[in-house]
């Protein structure tokens, strides 16, 4: 029963998964804001428009805004922002305009940052789409499940044979589960993926640090490279809210022309947190935006698009 039991196992850890994300998709996070919003938690704040790109025409536009306004601790930052446009006619989103946006905290690590439209309400209508589709995948979940159950306790030889000699059986779930897991720590050592700790603190600086401008102690190349170009260690001073001088480090990715300028780099832009001062970074490296995020989605298509094929070999199997 060895090949049945990580199977079933195997089948039971990816439907529970998928069950997971589609909860937090659907409930967990629209039912936090509005809770966010009732007890008047979402600050209101106003940005100011830098750019504005239009990413898909249509009666309701897709916009990505380039914006700048203060965060929790009232420092100046930059972010980019993407929804759609309801009222296109209304022209509100220009160029050096200002508009109204809210900081949701409860969406820590994720982005916080979301155009006021009013209060926010839940709609019936989605609600009732999220929980047809949710008892949807349940019905179809406890149906796989309980017949396989049901065909596998009536012919346990002849299944048993069956998940060994299948290329949908537990072995590719394994190997799957071991190459995310060797591909996580590789891109996590190569710098392009961010732990959970790290992302949790690089939210916290952004959102709630304030900055200042710190004096370069020393650098140093760390052997490393990313698309052919050196990774520099920086060590830095910068004195705190209270006067207090602390030493900091932190890395970034330099181009080789800027290599030979690296002498003449005697100060740099840091983030700090005002309730723990020793906790920074670069302000650049906090504001940029994009590359672990997207390898993190690139990886859970990949993950989706396995679990697809895993079930759908397994039915063949069951069936």
């Given at each position: 029963m060895t090949y049945t039991i990580i199977t079933l196992t195997a089948i039971s850890l990816v439907l529970l998964f998928w069950l997971y994300k589609l909860m937090r998709f659907c409930f967990i996070r629209p039912l936090a804001l509005?809770?966010?919003?009732?007890?008047?938690?979402?600050?209101?704040k106003e940005a100011t428009i830098l750019s504005v790109n239009t990413?898909?025409?249509g009666k309701f536009p897709l916009l990505e805004l380039d914006i700048l306004f203060e965060n929790f601790s009232g420092y100046p930052i930059q972010r980019k922002i993407r929804f759609v446009d309801k009222q296109p006619h209304l022209n509100r989103f220009k160029k050096d305009k200002t508009m109204r946006i809210l900081l949701d905290s409860n969406k820590k690590p994720g982005n916080p940052v979301f155009p006021e439209t009013g209060e926010y309400r839940i709609s019936m209508l989605?609600?009732?789409?999220?929980?047809?589709?949710?008892?949807?995948?349940?019905?179809?979940?406890?149906?796989l499940m309980g017949e396989a159950i049901s065909r596998v306790s009536a012919s346990p030889n002849q299944y048993e044979a069956v998940f060994a000699n299948s290329s949908g059986?537990?072995?590719?779930?394994?190997?799957?589960?071991?190459?995310?897991?060797?591909?996580?720590?590789?891109?996590?050592r190569l710098g392009l993926i961010a732990s959970k700790k790290a992302k949790s603190q690089n939210w916290d600086l952004l959102y709630y640090g304030l900055g200042t401008t710190a004096t370069v102690k020393q650098y140093e190349d760390t052997g490393t490279l990313i698309n052919d170009n050196p990774v520099v260690k920086f060590t830095y001073m910068y004195p705190d809210q209270r006067g207090q001088i602390i030493e900091g480090s932190d890395k970034k990715v330099v181009g080789k022309l800027e290599i030979?300028?690296?002498?003449?780099?005697?100060e740099l832009e840091i983030m700090y947190l005002p309730n723990n001062s020793h906790i920074s970074r670069l302000t650049e490296n906090l504001q940029k935006q994009g590359l672990s995020n997207y390898i993190s989605k690139i990886i859970l298509f990949s993950l989706f698009l396995?679990?697809?094929?895993?079930?759908?070999?397994?039915?063949?199997d069951l069936f």
């Open positions: 509005w809770r966010s919003q009732k007890n008047s938690s979402v600050p209101a990413l898909q025409n989605h609600i009732l789409f999220y929980s047809i589709l949710t008892m949807a995948y349940f019905a179809g979940c406890y149906f059986s537990g072995e590719t779930f394994i190997v799957v589960v071991l190459a995310s897991i060797f591909l996580y720590f590789l891109f996590k030979v300028g690296l002498p003449d780099i005697h396995f679990s697809v094929f895993f079930i759908v070999g397994f039915c063949k």
